[in-house]
């Protein structure tokens, strides 16, 4: 027992508290997958770790602002982040610890994706072959703030079906001007206004597909279908890059993979969405950005 001294019971304590920050850190990270919220996250970690050197090195007057801007810093992602931590604090207050280190996106059941694949793969082809714009905005994880949409349109909250989408999209309809919003089974809103993306692109780009850019650049928990009126072209838009032409079986495939059961899996059998946002978009976009602006 002599092994089991103070110095081993203070070695266990420290790192029981370094897990327990770490384990906080990661719960913030996954309360969502918008990039601005994890800049912010990051930005307030960069500061924790600057007071608490300034504080060992003896840097009084550094440690006393950084301090009062980590004040600041803390209350300021309160009420920014308020609906993300009032979820947090119901899932803790539930007693529902799991769904918090579960990432919450694709929780549809398998028949229901299913047709929302079938449903939204339809559409798109029969709006392409039959030179109808269309402009949709699929969510893939937590739900995307009305203050992200220049104008959030008109609410519908119907069940999603290709002969719907197929209707709002014709030009004699007041919706079919801007983008639809798709939350899992369902068309949230349509004649939406999205954000125009300020990337360098081709002149060839038209407004529509230079709003799905934005939307997708500003908020990385969805992905855009966009069909040309023009010459029926189909698109997708991800982490602000745009794909294009997109084969119908491409289509599928996208669809599948995005709305559909499968994941790439971890030992775990899940990804933490920071781990996806950090590295994979991150990467994703070096390598695309490249064949978007060769468009
Ligand atoms: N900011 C926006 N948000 C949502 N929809 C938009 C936005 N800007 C334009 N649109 C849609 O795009 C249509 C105009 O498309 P425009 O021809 O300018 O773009 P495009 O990318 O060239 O598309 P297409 O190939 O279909 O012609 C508008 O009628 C409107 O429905």
Known sequence: ??????????????????LAVLGLIYFMLSLSNDRRTLLMVRGIIFLLIASVLSDRLGMRLLNFVLDKLLIGAAVAMAVILQPELRRFLERLGRGDLLSLI??????????????????????????????????????????????????????????????????????????????????????????????????????????????????????????????????????????GILDRPISSSRLREILETKLGNYRPTTLGGTVPRFNWLWSNSIFKNMVSRKSSEKK
């Open 102 to 239: 579960q990432p919450t996106t694709n929780r549809r059941s398998p028949v229901e994706t299913d047709s929302v694949i079938e449903e939204i793969n339809d559409a798109v082809i029969e709006l392409s072959q039959n030179r109808t714009g269309a402009l949709m905005i699929i969510e893939t994880g937590e739900p995307i703030d009305d203050r992200d949409f220049s104008v959030p349109g008109v609410r519908l909250n119907a069940l999603l079906s290709k002969e719907l989408l197929h209707t709002i999209f014709q030009t004699s309809t007041l919706l079919h001007d801007g983008a639809i919003l798709i939350r899992e089974d369902r068309i949230l809103a349509a004649g939406v206004i999205l954000p125009i993306s300020e990337r360098a692109a081709s002149r060839e780009i038209g407004t529509r597909h230079r709003a799905a850019m934005g939307i997708t650049d500003r908020v990385r928990n969805c992905f855009c279908i966009v069909v040309s009126e023009e010459t029926g072209s189909i698109a997708i838009a991800e982490n």
């Open 1 to 18: 027992m002599q092994w089991f001294n103070i110095n081993s019971i203070a070695f266990i304590m420290r790192a029981i508290d370094i």
